[in-house]
Nanobody, 111 residues
Framework: QVQLVESGGGLVQPGGSLRLSCTAS?????MGWYRQAPGKQRELVAS???????NYADFVKGRFTISRDNAKNTIWLQMNSLKPEDTAVYFC????????WGQGTQVTVSS
């Protein structure tokens, strides 16, 4: 079965940075990061294809960067200038005809 394992979440102060990683048990053209805050819908943060084409949510505002290593089946999300509203569980996603999800990693931005 497909497994996606995330890491890198934690507690940071506003303005701080975190780097999330996700390693998949297989290779996928489309991979990305979503997040979900309590009581909110899960939303796309950023995605990237195996060819390096990226897409970002408007709220990223140049603060986040997604990258990948196809040989390692791994993607990263570099998050800078974090804000309290970035607090959420961040989920790794990979999809072919159906989506696959990691278990999520908690990101908390608070002073």
């Amino acid at each position: 079965q497909v497994q996606l394992v995330e890491s890198g979440g934690g507690l940071v102060q506003p303005g701080g940075s975190l780097r999330l990683s996700c390693t998949a048990s297989g290779s996928f053209n489309f991979m990305g990061w979503y997040r979900q805050a309590p009581g909110k819908q899960r939303e796309l943060v950023a995605s990237i294809t195996s060819g390096g084409i990226t897409n970002y949510a408007d709220f990223v505002k140049g603060r986040f960067t997604i990258s990948r290593d196809n040989a390692k089946n791994t993607i990263w999300l570099q998050m800078n200038s974090l804000k309290p509203e970035d607090t959420a569980v961040y989920f790794c996603n990979a999809r072919t005809l159906i989506p696959y999800w990691g278990q999520g990693t908690q990101v908390t931005v608070s002073s």
